[in-house]
Structures are given as C-alpha cells and as structure tokens.
T-cell receptor, first 117, second 118 residues
Framework: EAQVTQNPRYLITVTGKKLTVTCSQN?????MSWYRQDPGLGLRQIYY???????DKGDVPEGYKVSRKEKRNFPLILESPSPNQTSLYFC????????????????FGAGSRLTVL | AQKITQTQPGMFVQEKEAVTLDCTYD???????LFWYKQPSSGEMIFLIY??????QNATEGRYSLNFQKARKSANLVISASQLGDSAMYFC???????????????FGTGTRLQVTL
C-alpha cells in the first residue's frame, strides 16, 4: 500500500531530551515536507526537501533539524525540545516539488502527537 | 496578509443537506493550485479535491465540488447530501507558482470544523 509512515505516533518527553520523529514513504516521491499543526493556526511548514541531500527551511524551522540521506526517509530531529514544540506533526510527500497538475498532491502521514513537559 | 483565509471556525449542517465551506486566497502569481483536505477526529489528512488556476471548469469529485471564482479569489468547497461521516475539520490550501522553490510549500488556512447533525 502506498503510504507515508511516521513514528512514533504519540510521544511524551521532557524538556531538553533529544528526539527523532521518523518519516518514510514508499512511493518514490522526490518531495517531502514536515508540518506542525496547532489549534487556530492551521498547518505550518517546518522544513522541506526537494530531493536527496536537498533541504530547506519552511516558515517555522527554529528548534528543528532534518536530513535527507535517502529518498524514502526524512526524519525530523528535535535536538533540545521545549514545551512550545508540543504539537501535532505531519510528514508529507509528493511526486514532484512543483507543478500544478492535480496528481502532484501531497500525501500525509497519520501524524505524530508530541508533548514536551 | 493571510494567503489563505477560512472565516468560518465552525459550521453545522443537517444530514442530507448541502453545505458550503468558504475559502479565499491571496496571490499575485498567475499559476497556483488550490486544495481541500479533510481531517476527521482520528487526525489524518485526507485529500478531497484540487483546482488549478488555469482549469476552465470547476473541479468535482463525487459529492465534493469546488466553486472557483477566480476574480473574487475564492475557492469554496461544496459538499452535497451531507453524511454523518462528513463531520470533520476541513482545510483549504494553496500551492503557488511553477518555480521549483516557490511551489515547494502548501500554505494552509486555519480550518473549518463541520458538524453534521441528524
């Protein structure tokens, strides 16, 4: 089944304890992205990647790191989590970074709910 | 300025009735794409419908249609014959331009929570 898989789905951690949220897609998509969702703010982009070894900042990159060493994986790293990073996180991918064709739709993972105490 | 505006935080609709969820957008790029996603209480994001700025006709997907009014910069989602399973949060989103970098982001509105009642 074509999908984007995120782990863990739920995590409670403490301030300063490094964590990684993994994201993997099996659709050979070039483009991958991380979003965070907060009440009243919709989804905001954290980082994105056009292809292997190509990453760039989105709207809210502070406190996060990413890497894209393989096409299928795009982990999100919180080096020193803080309570304001408590959020619902989504990884998403699409075949190409751009193009207005409707087929270039972002497919989302199921989400990872992170709580930082 | 907000690129995507959804002015209805919450809406109610009776089962079997039609409902319109509003979305207005702001862009100066002639090439853009508009998307609607559904987020049920389980949390996943489900793609519903897409409209390209150059598309001549309004998009339709089953019970979903997009009322695209380019001059007014609006892209309202119409759900016909509402069902209880339509109760969810709905997000409007936009991707701008054809350039690989400017089109790299999907910008979301704040969402509308739809509740379908008996």
């Amino acid at each position: 089944e074509a999908q984007v898989t995120q782990n863990p789905r739920y995590l409670i951690t403490v301030t300063g304890k490094k964590l990684t949220v993994t994201c993997s897609q099996n659709m050979n998509h070039e483009y991958m992205s991380w979003y965070r969702q907060d009440p009243g703010l919709g989804l905001r982009q954290i980082y994105y990647s056009m292809n292997v070894e190509v990453t760039d900042k989105g709207d809210v990159p502070e406190g996060y790191k990413v890497s894209r060493k393989e096409k299928r994986n795009f982990p999100l790293i919180l080096e020193s989590p803080s309570p304001n990073q408590t959020s619902l996180y989504f990884c998403a991918s699409s075949l190409k970074p751009s193009g207005m064709h409707g087929a270039n739709v972002l497919t989302f993972g199921a989400g990872s709910r992170l709580t930082v105490l | 300025a907000q690129k995507i505006t959804q002015t209805q935080p919450g809406m109610f609709v009776q089962e079997k009735e039609a409902v319109t969820l509003d979305c207005t957008y702001d862009t100066s790029d002639p090439s853009y794409g508009l998307f609607w996603y559904k987020q049920p209480s389980s949390g996943e994001m489900i793609f519903l419908i897409y409209q390209g700025s150059y598309d001549q006709q309004n998009a339709t997907e089953g019970r979903y249609s997009l009322n695209f009014q380019k001059a007014r910069k609006s892209a309202n989602l119409v759900i016909s014959a509402s069902q209880l399973g339509d109760s969810a949060m709905y997000f409007c989103a936009m991707r701008e331009g054809e350039d690989r970098f400017t089109a790299s982001k999907l910008t979301f509105g704040t969402g509308t929570r739809l509740q379908v009642t008996l």
